[in-house]
């Protein structure tokens, strides 16, 4: 398996070679030169295998030429014996056609942990093999980062930092990242927005003469390896509902666009997927653009769902580059305009041609807790504020009754009690055993300004094991 950039300048690479290079030498972002499709008959045969054997049969496309399928079978079983669920996704039904898929069962409570608790033992295994150390410099708006840190905290060969917008995540969230201590761990708070984080680490990519000759390697949704390993969770949701002999529908809480763009991919890998909806909250640059095909940035706020707290999406670059038809220069040149001009609108038929797909909803905070309680008062369920933003936008957006609608659940909700107080939920939520003692824990966090180059002078001063770069 080869691939290439979204902005066609930079060399194919395999996959070892794109899992730890991150951002493409041009800037664009890697996608595989050629996506595997499976029949309807192979998806069929897959139905009541175990989460990780799933995992296998899907990403082994991916991995072909990289990884021995003996070590990728024990680095998938390893992965996910760590989830404390045995179904590791299980569905949990709303109403008669309407199911949450439960992705908080991992370590950090969060869908994040699907992808990275696999990218840390695939780093692990691959600098061991190669030789080599890295440094991870990486963005969260708010999950990302302790699921990061939690799948990369033992990696022999890793010294990460994280970056987080300083007082704009919920204290569970931050207690998740500032509290695992170690010598290869540095937690920074930024005083900006997430969306300045993304950019700085776009920045270190993109010069990454501060590392003094150390590969710089990202843990962000701009690495394939998170991707690939979401694409999974779509076979899984489906096969347990009927499919492939019928079609599901999908509701993706979403701010980077990567989530949802596993199920695009996952469609167009063979499984049946009717309607993918873009869940978002007042952060709405993808709702924009599915609604109105205007991509243009606007003033970040800061809301009660921070994990989609997101103006820039990333991944949403991956989706224009099949729209204009794998044109790198198309893309390199839409990019540029946006980065110029703050937003672009693509040509009426390529527009035309994603609302085929997509559906999408912008939703309030006050829409927000509105969905928690009403779900609550249906259900018994709490929902974090993302799944619920995830329901809202299912039932506003819904195409047919007939076909099953799966919300993604990406977090716990006890990673967000003030939402859920704000929602008058008078059901009190526990953070599990392995987290009871979360609040009493000592924290280890330092906040610079938003300024880049005083980042990569912490970093450069902090790497490798706190001896400087």
């Known amino acids: 398996m080869r691939y290439i950039s979204t902005r066609g300048q930079a060399p194919a690479l395999n996959f070892e070679d794109v899992l730890l290079a991150g951002l493409a030498t041009d800037g664009g972002l890697y996608v595989p030169e050629n996506l595997p499709r499976f029949t309807q008959e192979e998806i069929a045969s897959w139905a009541g295998l175990p989460y990780h054997e799933l995992a296998f049969r899907v990403m082994r496309p991916f991995v072909t030429g990289s990884i021995p399928d003996a070590d990728f079978k024990k680095i998938l079983e390893e992965t996910y014996g760590v989830f404390s669920h045995n179904a590791v996704a299980p569905l949990r039904q709303l109403n008669g056609n309407e199911w949450v898929l439960e992705l908080f069962h991992g370590p950090t409570l969060a869908f994040k942990d699907f992808a990275l608790q696999l990218l840390g033992r695939l780093l692990d295994y691959v600098l061991e093999k190669r030789g080599e150390r890295v440094v991870i410099v990486g963005a969260t708006s708010g999950d990302t980062g302790s699921a990061a840190i939690e799948g990369c905290k033992h990696c022999e060969n890793v010294d990460i930092f994280i970056l987080h917008p300083h007082n704009r995540v919920s204290e569970v969230q931050r207690r998740q990242m500032t509290t695992i201590f170690g010598e290869n761990i540095h937690n920074i708070a930024i005083e900006g927005n997430f969306d300045d984080c993304q950019e700085m680490v776009k920045a270190s990519f993109a010069d990454q003469g501060f590392l003094k000759g150390t590969r710089l390697v990202a843990v962000n949704s701009i690495n394939w390896a998170r991707i690939m390993a979401q694409i999974v969770y779509y076979f899984h949701a489906a096969l347990q509902l009927g499919g ?25 890998m063979g499984l049946p997927i009717n309607q993918l909806i873009v869940a978002t909250n007042r952060n709405d640059i993808l709702h924009r653009f599915m609604s109105g095909n205007q991509y243009v940035k606007e003033t970040l706020h800061a809301t009660l769902s921070p994990s989609m707290d997101i103006m820039v999406s990333s991944n949403f670059e991956r989706l224009l580059f099949d729209l204009h038809g794998r044109n790198g220069a198309a893309i390199a040149g839409l990019m540029d305009s946006f980065k110029q001009g703050g937003g672009f609108s693509v040509e009426q038929e390529r ?15 006050a829409q927000t807790c509105e969905t928690i309680a009403e779900v609550f008062e249906q259900t018994g369920e709490v929902l974090d504020p993302h799944t619920a933003i995830g329901v809202k936008a299912a039932r506003e957006c819904r195409r047919s009754l007939d076909i099953p609608m799966v919300i993604l659940g990406t977090a716990h909700p006890v990673k967000f009690p003030d939402a859920v107080l704000k929602a008058g939920v008078g059901k009190a939520l526990e953070l599990p055993v392995h987290l009871s003692d979360l609040f009493e824990r000592d924290e280890r966090c330092t906040v610079l300004p938003n300024d880049l180059k005083a980042v990569q002078a912490f970093v450069s001063q902090h790497g490798n094991r706190g001896k400087p770069l």
């Open 351 to 365: 527009w035309t041609e994603a609302r085929k797909l997509f559906d999408s909803l912008a939703v309030d905070d």
């Open 244 to 268: 492939p002999a019928r079609s599901v529908a999908f509701s993706v809480p979403t701010g980077n666009f990567g989530d949802i763009f596993a199920g695009y991919l996952a469609r167009n």
